[in-house]
């Protein structure tokens, strides 16, 4: 009656097959992170490293390990509750991950990865007191993308280089409009976004891999 999320209610919400805890503090995994998650396992190997960033509750984390074990994967988030909530959810499912806090790369100096995944805050900031009364019960520095939407992908994509290998593929996750900006965001060095639509049709996601 409240219009709490039934996910924070019930403490769980499944997700690529998996059951994660979920509390209030962490965003809620969604459905439509789903076409994310399935675009990194087709391009995992065994050997690869894989981060995800601005974790969450580990959704994106948990679903390639477990679906690519021969992976090596972290996940970081600044947030302390989503640090963890993902080693909980890890640890519970069986996930051997590791898990690290910072603000995006800062804890991962040195390290470099095959695939980088994020599913970003991406909601322009003007935005965030017209949302369902629903998701105004999530952390709003999980949605909060400043006041274009856009924060996220300008210093991911600023960064990303000094943290790919040689040919390594970066996927986020976007919001509505999105797909027609982010070309003009890509910095030399990386081949053409392709986008994907979730399986409403909208565009929901991208790729793009750095260039030998």
């Known amino acids: 009656a409240a ?8 403490g769980s919400a499944d997700f690529m097959g998996h059951r994660l805890s979920v509390r209030p503090g962490v965003l809620i995994p969604r459905n439509d992170t789903e076409t994310l998650a399935q675009m990194a396992i087709r391009r995992v190997k065994p050997g690869d490293r894989v981060l995800d960033l601005c974790c969450g509750s580990g959704c994106l ?6 679906a690519c074990p021969g992976a090596s994967v972290w996940a970081s ?7 963890s909530l993902t080693r909980e959810n890890a640890a519970r499912i069986g996930a051997g991950i590791t898990v ?16 980088i995944i994020s599913n970003p805050p ?15 019960f999530e952390p709003a520095a999980a949605l909060d ?20 290998s040689p040919g390594g593929w970066l996927m986020v996750e976007i919001g ?8 003009s965001l890509l910095p030399a060095g990386f081949e ?12 929901r996601a991208a790729e793009t891999r750095l260039i030998n």
């Open 192 to 203: 053409p976004w392709r986008i994907v639509s979730d399986l409403s049709g909208l565009p």
């Open 176 to 183: 509505d409009g999105q797909a027609e900006t982010l070309p």
């Open 61 to 66: 984390a948990i679903a390639v390990k477990m």
């Open 145 to 164: 993308g400043g006041a274009d939407g856009l924060s996220f992908y300008h210093a991911i994509l600023a960064r990303a280089p000094g943290f790919l």
């Open 3 to 10: 219009r709490e999320p039934l996910q924070y209610l019930l």
């Open 122 to 136: 991406y909601i322009p900031s003007d935005e965030l007191p017209r949302l369902q009364a629903e998701v105004r």
């Open 100 to 115: 690290t806090q910072g603000d995006l790369f800062q804890p991962l100096r040195g390290q470099r990865f095959e695939l």
């Open 77 to 83: 988030d600044l947030m302390q509750e989503a640090v």
